[in-house]
């Protein structure tokens, strides 16, 4: 079996990814979020001699991992994923036949404490997957806004007390900045302050530690990652031969709902009856519509939705909300603008 370069680090649905994903040996694939080689390492185990692989990760940690890669198919850029596009235009590549996308927070980084990701382990207040890149996360939570901080805390860790956590870490910010509190720059010290906020947890959420679900949203707003992935979704297409794939492993219900109606929505080609409408009114109206302007075909066709079994799972408990979805290039144009050309 196939092990993996790191081994604090187990490499999430990294056969079923690479089962879904290599449909010829001598194409060339993208993995757009190196991590530490997993993924990378099982892709080329799966290449033929001319087969080639680029990688991309914007974490120096992962740069350093690639250079352990002694292989003539491989190449490595310190990128986001995000910038696949210009990548792969600067290599003379105009289309690859599949990408993926692992869009986890790797073990070595949730375990290193003064990358700042965990509240399980004391550390600065960091959270950014490239550090020498942006704001940190103690200084983005020094000068936002209230109503902000909400927002982000609600829609991108679904945490139904985001307003009383949102206002007690704003005021800290102001006492700090007063010279009332101590600022606020460890991991350890905005976990105490989200646990007293949140003195109750329904059943449902009891055994979740109470700062779980913010510092997934400040992570997620401090590393852009809905618009990385966003742009990648939107980039995908115009990237991949037809028949070419896309597999993408999301950890959370944000993540997975824009993967999914990415997908579906690039994948209809017509819309379906409504459910209590007559055939005859369909009829008209669909006859109506294809008098219209000329839609564009479809873009994807979607293959499959895996989730890691229950050994693996028991193996390894952050994998148990991984969602690996996978989904076709059709032939024809990939967008639109280019069906109407």
Known sequence: MLADLDPAHITVLRDEAIDALVTDPRGVYVDLTFGRGGHSLALLSRLAPEGRLLALDRDPEAAQSARRFQDPRFEFHRAAFSSVRSVLADRGIRSVTGLLADLGVSSPQIDQADRGF??????????????????????????????????????????????????????????????????????????????????????????????????????????????????????APGLLTPGGRIGIISFHSLEDRRVKQAFRQAGESSPSRPRGMGRGQWALLAAAASAGPRTAPPVWRELAKIKPSRPASLENPRARSAVLRVAERLGGPSSPAEAQS
Request: hydrophobic share 40%.
């Open 118 to 235: 965990s509240f399980m382990r004391d550390g600065p207040l960091d959270m950014r997957m490239d550090p020498t890149v942006g704001p940190t996360a103690a200084q983005w939570l020094a000068q936002v806004g209230a109503e902000e901080l909400e927002e982000v805390i609600r829609d991108y860790g679904d945490e139904r007390n985001a307003g009383p956590i949102a206002r007690a870490i704003v005021s800290r910010c102001q006492q700090a900045a007063d010279g009332q509190a101590d600022p606020l720059v460890r991991t350890s010290q905005l976990a105490e302050l989200v646990a007293k906020t949140v003195r109750r947890r329904s059943s449902a959420d009891a055994g979740q530690h109470p700062a779980t679900r913010t510092f997934q949203a400040i992570r997620i707003r401090i590393n852009q990652e809905v618009g990385e992935l966003d742009a990648l979704l939107e980039a």
